[in-house]
């Protein structure tokens, strides 16, 4: 099965 | 100083049923600009992101930026209290521990005022790139809720693709599988019902229809939804707020291992 993404791993801190 | 007059108060009733289960502990960010807010739920998997300009509201007055920690799930509540045509005002002092919602009746004849206590919250703010989408779809708001539950009741993922054809949603579970296909259709005379789709480049992605059920609580806010799309990016799923601002939720992605 496909693994759900972190979205912290798109977007960065700012 | 902080107070923000807002005619339609109902729109922050709907916001706040659109949001609450999703993100308990949220950080509302004041500036000239507007009232807004950007929080992740708890797993990091969906960003909400609201903003209600300034201009929006009858009276906007913010001295200096503020960042008022809310429990969404309390705010909820409180304005739940406020009827559909109420006025609500929204008041804090510098450097308070709390917040007033006040909630004026259209013809002055009840007025009352809930304060909720702020709380400190941690929250990490996201930059988030502006995008080139390979594939926006606009259709009704109403048309996708229905989509995103009927496929629940048969899988937990949806399968989004834009192509030529139009935009597929698909999924498959226990049962069996289902397939939607929608057209664009900008013949309709109302352009509430329009399906518009602006492609790119095709795009296939797979989301969690759980969350995908949650943005959608949002329908309320707007007849339309704007699905933005690119390959190996958070879609984003759009609801305007009037001519206000709007409520965007990000969805990162189901990726292949």
């Known amino acids: 099965d496909p693994k759900q993404g972190n979205i912290m791993s798109f977007f960065k801190k700012v | ?257």
């Open chain 2, 1 to 257: 100083m902080l107070e923000l007059r807002l005619v339609q108060g109902s729109l922050l009733k709907k916001v706040m049923e659109s949001i609450k289960d999703l993100v308990n502990d949220a950080n509302f960010d004041c500036s000239a600009t507007g009232f807004s807010l950007q929080a992740m739920d708890s797993s990091h998997v969906a960003l909400v992101s609201l903003l209600l300009r300034s201009e929006g509201f009858e009276h906007y007055r913010c001295d200096r930026n503020l960042s008022m920690g809310m429990n969404l799930g309390n705010m909820a509540k409180m304005l739940k209290c406020a009827g559909n045509d109420d006025i609500v005002t929204i008041k804090a002092d510098d450097g308070g521990d709390c917040v007033t919602f006040m909630f004026e009746s259209p013809n002055q004849d009840k007025i009352a005022d809930f304060e909720m206590k702020l709380m400190d919250i941690d929250s990490e703010h996201l930059g988030i790139p502006e995008t080139e989408y390979e594939a926006i779809v606009r259709m009704p708001s109403s048309e996708f809720a229905r989509i995103c539950k009927d496929l629940s009741t048969i899988g937990d993922t949806v399968l989004i693709s834009v192509t030529k054809e139009g935009v597929r949603f698909s999924t498959k579970g226990d049962i069996g599988t289902a397939n939607i296909v929608c057209r664009q259709n900008t013949s309709v005379d109302k352009p509430e019902e329009a399906t518009i789709i602006e492609m790119e480049t095709p795009v296939s992605l797979t989301f969690a229809l759980r969350y995908m059920n949650s943005f959608t609580k949002a329908t309320p806010l707007a007849t339309q939804v704007t699905v933005s799309l690119s390959s190996e990016l958070p879609v984003v799923v759009e609801y305007k707020i009037g001519e206000m601002g709007y409520l965007r939720f990000y969805l990162a992605p189901k990726i292949e291992e």
